[in-house]
């Protein structure tokens, strides 16, 4: 909240650079903490019950904008139809939501989103909360 040019959307992206790195399995989609099962991925966990070795980078806390025209399967994630079609397989392809996980989605101009996507970004925020998941 404030006047335009004050600086909010420049505070906002400059406070990536004053948190810390976080520990991350290298290549997944949803940042999963290696110390962590709930929080790990479908993939992740499968490696771990199998025994698997993961493979643990430091990263800077994800800061990710929502832009002002996506829809509920950019921010949500869908199914991967090209894949489906080409290989046979089931496949999830994870929206904003996934990538921003233990980081930041920047939501700017709130009020010109639609009421439905709205709706999306505060259920998952609620269910966050609820679960006890938000660090």
Known sequence: MGDRGTGKSTTVRSLVDLLPEIRVVFGDPYNSDPEDPESMGIEVREKVTKG????????????????????????????DIEKALTEGVKAFEPGLLAKANRGILYVDEVNLLDDHLVDVLLDSAASALASGDVK
């Open 52 to 79: 698997d070795e993961l493979t643990v980078v430091m990263t800077k806390i994800n800061m990710l904008d929502l832009p002002l025209g996506a829809t509920e399967d950019r921010v949500c994630g869908t199914i």
